[in-house]
T-cell receptor, first 112, second 112 residues
Framework: QKEVEQDPGPLSVPEGAIVSLNCTYSNSAFQYFMWYRQYSRKGPELLMYTYSSGNKEDGRFTAQVDKSSKYISLFIRDSQPSDSATYLCAMSENSSASKIIFGSGTRLSIRP | DGGITQSPKYLFRKEGQNVTLSCEQNLNHDAMYWYRQDPGQGLRLIYYSQIVNDFQKGDIAEGYSVSREKKESFPLTVTSAQKNPTAFYLC???????????FGPGTRLTVL
């Protein structure tokens, strides 16, 4: 069993829809949770960073962490074609930046 | 502009040859990382360095070597001992005090 599981998709939704991307994990010691966006043939860029449980909002993006269920989500409101990318969840146990575990990524396509 | 650069963008290598991938950052970050990305497998850590003149093996270090002689530079050598080197290679850096890693644009290596 992988430490972090992420549905690979592809996920295709119409423009303007609300998108929900999810990851589950097995290591209860994870405390720091991140979402990265990766466009085709580019490096990942950090989208959201959260610590422990709760919600964090940034514009059209909301990150949600439920440590009791070992489940994290990224919601995208009013989705745009420019949101079409692969979304990677990532998590770690501490803040020393020594080891981050990445999900395999979900490919998202927003249809105009 | 601050950031991470990787070169070349595309690299072709014949079997049995060593090849070196360049990674440079001007973010004044202490920590640097090398990942390998294969389709459907997410990012796997090859090597990381938290300080100059020191580095540690990641999960898949066999067949790779690195050096960290300068804070700004963390080159990766893919040796002929790496059995399946064709992949997308990503370099990242962080302050070392948080888990936020910033990625370069990547190098796509193809073995002919």
């Amino acid at each position: 069993q992988k430490e972090v599981e992420q549905d690979p998709g592809p996920l295709s939704v119409p423009e303007g829809a609300i998108v929900s991307l999810n990851c589950t994990y097995s290591n209860s010691a994870f405390q720091y949770f991140m979402w990265y966006r990766q466009y085709s043939r580019k490096g990942p860029e950090l989208l959201m960073y959260t610590y422990s449980s709760g919600n964090k909002e940034d514009g059209r993006f909301t990150a949600q962490v439920d440590k009791s269920s070992k489940y994290i989500s990224l919601f995208i409101r009013d989705s745009q074609p420019s949101d079409s990318a692969t979304y990677l969840c990532a998590m770690s146990e501490n803040s020393s930046a020594s080891k981050i575990i990445f999900g395999s990524g979900t490919r998202l396509s927003i249809r105009p | 502009d601050g950031g991470i650069t990787q070169s070349p963008k595309y690299l072709f290598r014949k079997e049995g040859q060593n090849v070196t991938l360049s990674c440079e950052q001007n973010l004044n970050h202490d920590a640097m990382y090398w990942y390998r990305q294969d389709p459907g497998q997410g990012l796997r850590l090859i090597y990381y360095s938290q300080i100059v003149n020191d580095f540690q093996k990641g999960d898949i270090a066999e067949g790779y070597s690195v050096s960290r002689e300068k804070k700004e530079s963390f080159p990766l050598t893919v040796t002929s001992a790496q059995k399946n080197p064709t992949a997308f290679y990503l370099c990242a850096s962080s302050t070392g005090r948080t888990d936020t890693q910033y990625f370069g644009p990547g190098t796509r290596l193809t073995v002919l």
